[in-house]
């Protein structure tokens, strides 16, 4: 646990979505969840499924799917007929997953396997989406080539990514914010600012109908403490901030949760597109 962590507010630290077997699993399970809760981004997961039209009969790939929040939703729209596999390279996520969907007597593939390498033939979906996935791959580009090989002739594509440099987050002190929130976005994952190229790119494989929709996602208490609480102390721990702002920050963020007062959020981006043919 960081030391300035909020109590009773276990920190979460991205940089291990890209290796998270080796992370605290429970601390990572209840995050997403509670990213799964937020009504915003809830949001552009409806929005998600309506443009790609994901419904009954669709064969749907889930690209990182973690342990299947989405996929087990994804699993009820698609019947009956279709078929639902989520991929991920966390086995401690998958075998979640597994058990999920055996709870909730839902039919899911879960497969080991690499966003830049999946491990699905050509043509095989419908419909593939990858939600806050991409910005921790080393190659994005591999990744969104290996969608469009994936998702047949005439099949659409669904990604949800945020962008770093919009977090928010209302501490008082301007420069103090200024400085943590750099560094989370200059350090946190390897693509922080992906969204801004990525029409770009999805154009440039070829897709077309590319679209966007966009929310700043509000979070709730206990996730804005864990996270914006976490980011302080890990902007001390790489020397982005001295100690004393850091127990400034430290003690602002836990006053703020306590009161019932804090703020923070981070915009998040739907990208969907059809692929050619
Ligand atoms: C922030 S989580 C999002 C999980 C899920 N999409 C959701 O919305 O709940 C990021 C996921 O990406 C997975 N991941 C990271 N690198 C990956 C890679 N190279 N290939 C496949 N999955 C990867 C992690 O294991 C984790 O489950």
């Known amino acids: 646990m960081e030391q300035s962590t909020p109590p009773g507010e276990p920190a979460i630290s991205l940089h291990d979505f890209t290796d998270i077997d080796h992370a605290v699993e429970p601390t990572y399970v209840a995050a997403l969840e509670a990213f799964d809760r937020l009504p915003l981004l809830r949001e552009l997961k409806a929005l998600a499924v ?7 009969g669709c064969r749907v790939l889930d690209v990182g799917c973690g342990f299947g929040l989405e996929t087990l939703r994804l699993a009820r729209l698609v ?3 279709g078929t639902i596999t989520g991929v991920d390279l966390s086995a401690a996520f998958l075998d979640e997953g597994r058990r999920r ?3 909730a007597g839902l039919d899911v593939v879960f497969e080991q396997g ?21 910005i921790y791959l080393d190659d994005a580009d591999r990744a969104l080539a ?3 090989r994936v998702t047949r002739p005439g099949g659409r594509i669904a990604i949800i990514e945020p962008d770093f440099d919009t977090n928010t987050v209302n501490v008082p002190d301007v420069a103090l914010v200024r400085a943590v929130l750099a560094h989370e976005a200059d350090t946190a994952v390897v693509n922080a600012r992906l969204v801004r190229d990525l029409t770009a790119r999805l154009a440039g494989l070829g897709l077309a109908d590319v679209a966007i929709a966009s929310r700043m996602v509000v979070f ?7 996270y914006f609480g976490g980011i302080g102390a890990t902007a001390v721990r790489d020397g982005a901030i001295d100690a004393d702002a850091g127990e400034r920050w430290r003690a602002i963020v836990e006053e703020r949760h306590r009161r019932g007062e804090l703020f923070g959020a981070v915009g998040y981006y739907l990208f969907t597109a059809t692929v050619p043919g």
Do not use: H, I, K
Not at 114 to 134: I, K, S
Not at 220 to 226: F, G, S, V, Y
């Open 50 to 56: 309506e443009r790609t039209a994901t419904g009954p």
């Open 79 to 81: 019947r009956p007929g």
């Open 101 to 103: 969907a055996a709870a």
């Open 114 to 134: 690499d966003a830049q390498q999946l491990p699905v033939p050509d043509d095989a979906a419908d419909v593939t989406r990858a939600e806050r996935v991409l």
């Open 146 to 148: 290996e969608m469009l």
């Open 220 to 226: 709730d208490p206990e996730l804005a403490a864990q």
